[in-house]
T-cell receptor, first 114, second 115 residues
Framework: DVKVTQSSRYLVKRTGEKVFLECVQD?????MFWYRQDPGLGLRLIYF???????EKGDIPEGYSVSREKKERFSLILESASTNQTSMYLC?????????????FGAGSRLTVL | AQSVTQPDIHITVSEGASLELRCNYS??????LFWYVQSPGQGLQLLLK??????LVQGIKGFEAEFKRSQSSFNLRKPSVHWSDAAEYFC?????????????FGKGTHLIIQP
């Protein structure tokens, strides 16, 4: 069964800490995404990557960075966590090629920043 | 830019009753349309998708959706809901040639099932 695995389901961090959220997919997908989910706001795209070492800003990249050193792994980094970054973070991947593709999601990482 | 509107934040339906969740999109060309479901504490699971062809598409768990270009809508339906259908439902739109750009999601509809 194809999978997107997010290593941490629940994290509690303090303001100012550096936070790493890891995502691994085993489907050999070219595209990977990080979304943030908040009640009443739905899913908002933070960053995406269409190839190793390539990254593009989504709709809300401020306060975040990403890293994709290997095809299967896409990391989201909060350089200095703030309370307004308390949220559910969802990683997804999709195959390459033209057209819109089906996204496969991980189970999510719920981050609380105190 | 494309956008998605789900007009209903919450919907309550009795078990066994029919269901329709509304979705309207804004995009200049023919979009790619999706419905995803999210159970509590989980990620999103694809219910169904429309890329082209027959405007009535069948999905998993007995769901179907109909693409209506004239109304810019892609409403999700189920003839008889089960208690296990209680979840958050998201409509999403993708654009042609935009595979690497991901999808644009609506804000979701929370479905409550009454016994």
């Amino acid at each position: 069964d194809v999978k997107v695995t997010q290593s941490s389901r629940y994290l509690v961090k303090r303001t100012g800490e550096k936070v790493f959220l890891e995502c691994v997919q085993d489907m050999d997908h070219e595209n990977m995404f990080w979304y943030r989910q908040d009640p009443g706001l739905g899913l908002r795209l933070i960053y995406f990557s269409y190839d190793v070492k390539m990254k593009e800003k989504g709709d809300i990249p401020e306060g975040y960075s990403v890293s994709r050193e290997k095809k299967e792994r896409f990391s989201l980094i909060l350089e200095s966590a703030s309370t307004n970054q308390t949220s559910m973070y969802l990683c997804a991947s999709s195959p390459g090629g033209g057209g819109a593709n089906v996204l496969t999601f991980g189970a999510g990482s719920r981050l609380t920043v105190l | 830019a494309q956008s998605v509107t789900q007009p209903d934040i919450h919907i309550t339906v009795s078990e066994g009753a029919s269901l329709e969740l509304r979705c309207n999109y804004s995009y200049g060309a023919t979009p790619y349309l999706f419905w995803y479901v999210q159970s509590p504490g989980q990620g999103l699971q694809l219910l169904l998708k429309y890329f082209s062809g027959d405007t009535l598409v069948q999905g998993i768990k007995g769901f179907e959706a109909e693409f209506k270009r004239s109304q810019s809508s892609f409403n999700l339906r189920k003839p008889s809901v089960h208690w296990s259908d209680a979840a958050e439902y998201f409509c999403a739109v993708g654009i042609s040639g935009g595979g690497a750009d991901g999808l644009t999601f609506g804000k979701g509809t929370h479905l409550i099932i009454q016994p």
